[in-house]
């Protein structure tokens, strides 16, 4: 396997890595939203049995019999059952809050890990061709360097002006090219 084909296959990876990362995120979110949205329907719940427990106290302190404790009983049973949901609620926000920001700040690596693996994988395009270009047209360049620096021309100027800047256009089709060459984008 090719250094340039190891490159890509890390970028891949790193890619679907992201991917799923966001994936997670977005389903945390969507966990997140739906208990919070259950939040006033619950608390009306324990209001509502917490007026219920009252009024079965009330009946109880009234008239002590059966009927009336087993009423008080299903009413405290219900309101403990009411509080203990708006409870476990919160708890499960407050879990989901973490998961998320965990989450958030492994997906902040992994776009840093996978800008890494795309430059790796630029680097590994760029060294192959470097090494398709032949060894003389190499020791050409050295030459006019060493004689453009004896006539008082910077190795910039030099090096300028055997690589001038390409237009925009044409660096985005030599781009789109090499993208369709090595696969990747």
């Not at 719940?45 to 009336?68: G, H, I, R, W, Y």
């Not at 989901?96 to 890990?113: D, F, I, P, T, W």
Request: glycine share 2%; hydrophobic share 40%; net charge negative.
């Amino acid at each position: 396997m090719s250094n340039v084909e190891e490159a890509r296959n890390k970028f891949f990876e790193a890619k679907k890595a992201v991917a799923s990362c966001q994936s997670s995120i977005a389903e945390l979110q969507r966990k997140c939203d739906t208990l919070q949205e259950s939040l006033p329907g619950l608390t009306r719940a324990v209001e509502d049995a917490e007026k219920a427990k009252v009024a079965a106290l009330d009946c109880f302190a009234l008239s002590s019999n059966k009927q009336t404790e087993s009423a008080l009983k299903a009413a405290r049973q219900a309101h403990e059952a009411a509080q203990k949901k708006l409870t476990e609620t919160h708890e499960l926000i407050e879990a989901v809050g973490r998961a998320l920001k965990r989450q958030e700040s492994e997906l902040v690596r992994l776009n840093n890990l996978c800008e890494l693996s795309n430059r790796e994988c630029w680097q590994a395009i760029a060294e192959e061709i470097k090494n398709n270009i032949p060894a003389h047209i190499f020791e050409a360049i050295k030459t006019l360097l060493v004689a453009g620096v004896q006539c008082c021309m910077t190795r910039q100027f030099i090096l300028d002006n055997l690589f001038p800047n390409i237009p925009s256009g044409e660096f985005q089709a030599i781009r789109g090219e090499l993208c369709e060459k090595y696969n990747i984008d």
